[in-house]
């Protein structure tokens, strides 16, 4: 069955560093999205890209977050600058058509600022 | 933001008995509603859905129930097993949003042996 993949699974970095989690989404899949998972917290919507831009994107997605799908297959969140507040779990998800269709979450990278 | 809440953090259920998860919304505009499951350090893996024009969807020991005049969302687990113990989220879509889920805090279900 086909499945949403992300790499690292795990990252831990220093404040100020840059970080780029990868995806890489189910292949017939149109709409691309990232969310994170502060510890203890609800999953949070980042971001939402189609026809390799953005549709929309939320309060935490600020000027140091940015997407990409460089070659088609991989879908990219980097993060310029880390904070501290930017260690979470952060998942990648797909869906096939857009609205009223499943999205399909990859396993997450957790992320770890120090 | 709560626009979407699941009142019970946690749940106890005795193997083979019902469990059933509660969500509730505000946004009368969402129209497409979602269960998840979540076990620790995996991501969300999807269950079951139903958009606004029904009340009820069924798969297999999964049924969803929508109240929409109580912005209410159930998901009824018959029979319950062990293996079903994980993290239930619902999570909204729709609304002024084209495609962001609105997730809510979860529950921890527990289903006894």
């Known amino acids: 069955e086909p499945e949403v993949t992300q790499t690292p699974s795990h990252q831990v970095t220093q404040m100020g560093q840059e970080v780029i989690l990868r995806c890489v989404p189910i292949s017939n899949h149109l709409y691309f999205y990232w969310y994170r998972q502060i510890l203890g917290q609800k999953v949070e919507f980042l971001v939402s890209?189609?026809?390799?831009?953005?549709?929309?994107k939320s309060e935490i997605f600020d000027d140091q977050f940015s997407v990409e799908r460089p070659d088609g297959s991989n879908f990219t969140l980097k993060i310029r600058s880390t904070k501290l507040e930017d260690s979470a779990m952060y998942f990648c998800a797909s869906q096939e058509l857009g609205i009223q269709e499943t999205q399909y979450f990859g396993p997450g990278t957790r992320l770890l600022v120090l | 933001d709560q626009q979407v809440k699941q009142n019970s953090p946690s749940l106890s259920v005795q193997e083979g008995r019902i469990s059933i998860l509660n969500c509730d919304y505000t946004?009368?505009?969402?129209?497409?509603f979602l269960w998840y499951k979540k076990y620790p350090a995996e991501g969300p893996t999807f269950l079951i859905s139903i958009s606004s024009i029904k009340d009820k969807n069924e798969d297999g020991r999964f049924t969803v129930f929508l109240n929409k005049s109580a912005k209410h969302l159930s998901l009824h687990i018959v029979p319950s097993q062990p293996g079903d113990s994980a993290v239930y989220f619902c999570a909204v879509a729709g609304g002024t949003s084209y495609g962001k889920l609105t997730f809510g805090q979860g529950t921890i279900l527990t289903v006894h042996p």
């Open positions: 890209f189609y026809n390799n831009e953005i549709s929309e």
């Open positions: 946004n009368s505009m969402f129209d497409y």
